[in-house]
């Protein structure tokens, strides 16, 4: 009767967990499959009472009128929302993640004066919140001074020699360079602890192999820093693509997906065809969806390797 029962009691058990499971999987999912409904539902369908989830019939008119009100079907050359984002985000995020690793690699496996006090303050930079410097952050790039070289001609020439970066994409690629891009101090914290927990063995093995501190990051740090260095690219990348705050302060005519989806209401109250509510609620599902479907490709594309980066890396557990 025992192991009947513990049998029963198992399977009881594995019931409840799937039923929880599936349901908190439905109440996670249900705005994207909602919006995946919406945006492949004819018009038509629109006020039809029985359907709900599933249409009667699907249809890339929502998908077009959408690129076109967001600008992802212009040309290249011209203000393309899609083009921008990925030139702005991908260099910057490439930009970021080596800039950070390198400050990782030095905050980890070497000891120097104010190291405490360096990072310290790059932790401050995580806890800091955005609006606090977004006067000076602009400021600094709306008269880049080439690092008071600018400033220090001036002293010479009687007039500072400064240089406007807004609407440029130097105004993203510039702090990622430097360690400064949108949450460089997660990154840079990151590597630090990845970096601390691969033993002294292999930076010796180098050292006596003739490699220098560079060579050593190169050759033995980055090949064995695979989990980190994806950890941070996708979550890189991800950060400045849903950007709006730093976008629209620094980019007031370079279009970018999320600036586009932002105005993309008013867009559509400015088109006779699109007031109706319904056919509004449609188009803004449909929108959001497009702006994330690059994000969800790429999770999905790399979904296993991202996991196991993520616990590699020591973020949860």
Request: glycine share 6%; no cysteine; aromatic share 22%.
């Given at each position: 009767m025992k192991p009947i029962r513990d049998m029963a009691t198992q399977t009881a058990w594995r019931i409840i967990r799937t039923i929880f499971l599936a349901g908190l999987a439905f109440i996670i999912l249900q705005p994207l499959l909602f919006m995946v409904s919406a945006s492949i539902r004819p018009v038509a369908q629109l006020y039809a009472p029985g359907v709900v989830w599933i249409p009667r019939s699907v249809t890339a008119d929502n998908y077009l009128s959408a690129m076109q009100k967001l600008k992802m079907l212009e040309p290249v050359f011209r203000n393309n929302s899609v083009v921008n984002t990925f030139l702005l985000d991908l260099v910057s995020a490439l930009f970021q993640v080596f800039t950070t690793a390198l400050a990782g690699y030095g905050f980890a496996r070497f000891r120097f004066r104010g190291r405490s006090l360096l990072f310290g303050i790059v932790i401050m930079s995580m806890i800091v919140p955005t609006s606090s410097i977004i006067v000076p952050s602009y400021l600094s790039l709306r008269y880049f001074d080439f690092f008071g070289l600018g400033r220090l001609a001036g002293l010479l020439l009687g007039k500072p020699i400064l240089v406007s970066l807004v609407d440029q994409p130097l105004a993203f690629y510039l702090p990622a360079i430097l360690g400064m891009g949108i949450r460089s101090g997660l990154c840079i914290f990151i590597f630090r602890q990845f970096f601390r927990g691969m033993p002294r063995e292999l930076e010796d093995a180098a050292s006596i192999d003739g490699a220098g501190s560079y060579g050593t990051f190169f050759r033995v740090f980055v090949p064995n820093a695979a989990p980190a260095l994806l950890t941070t690219l996708v979550f890189s990348i991800?950060?400045?693509?849903n950007d709006y705050y730093f976008s629209a302060m620094?980019?007031?005519?370079?279009l970018t997906v999320s600036l586009a989806l932002a105005g993309f209401e008013s867009v559509l109250w400015t088109d006779l065809s699109t007031?109706?509510?319904?056919?509004?609620?449609?188009?803004?599902?449909?929108?959001?969806?497009?702006?994330?479907?690059?994000?969800?490709?790429?999770?999905l594309v790399i979904q296993r390797r991202f996991t196991e980066s993520i616990?590699?890396?020591?973020i949860v557990g």
């Open positions: 991800v950060w400045y693509w620094y980019f007031p005519r370079f007031r109706d509510p319904y056919m509004l609620s449609t188009m803004l599902q449909t929108g959001s969806l497009l702006s994330i479907l690059p994000l969800l490709a790429l999770y616990e590699r890396t020591g």
